[in-house]
């Protein structure tokens, strides 16, 4: 190789290499929360989606009606705006019952029930436990 390719070479490997270790830093240091999605929400004016996500087990979610729900959680819990960003299939998938992991902002407002802007959302497997 000449030394133009193989600076070339280096600048994108280096490059590369910077990007996926702040990939790694901003997922170890981002705050999560771990729950239940209690209720998937979509604004049909904005377009936009949110999640109320509960501390409880799939099956208590998935055993109850809606007004159950509101009446054990009324006022407990995040709902969590997620991002426009975050791919359409991916929020189609979003289900009541469902257990996930939410990176986001770490701050919380403080209502009833709380509310927060959700970075990312993945959804938590049994075995991970």
């Given at each position: 190789?000449?030394k ?6 280096i600048i994108?490997?280096t490059?590369l290499?910077?990007l996926l270790?702040?990939a790694?830093?901003?997922f170890?240091?981002i705050p999560?929360?771990?729950?239940v999605?209690?209720e998937?929400?979509h604004?049909e ?11 409880g087990?799939?099956a ?5 009606s ?16 997620l ?19 939410i990176?986001f902002s770490g701050?919380?407002?403080a209502?009833?029930?709380?509310g927060g ?5 993945a959804a938590?497997?049994?075995e991970?436990?």
């Amino acid at each position: 190789m000449n030394k133009k390719t193989m600076r070339v070479f280096i600048i994108l490997t280096t490059s590369l290499g910077l990007l996926l270790f702040a990939a790694f830093i901003a997922f170890t240091i981002i705050p999560t929360h771990t729950g239940v999605i209690a209720e998937v929400q979509h604004n049909e004016e904005t377009g936009g989606h949110s999640i109320w996500v509960v501390q409880g087990s799939s099956a208590d979610i998935n055993n109850k009606s809606e007004e159950e729900l509101t009446e054990q959680y009324e006022y407990q819990g995040i709902l969590f705006d997620l991002p426009s960003y975050l791919p359409d299939r991916m929020k189609k998938d979003l289900s009541p019952g469902q257990e996930v992991k939410i990176y986001f902002s770490g701050s919380v407002q403080a209502s009833a029930p709380g509310g927060g802007k959700a970075y990312w959302v993945a959804a938590v497997n049994k075995e991970e436990k």
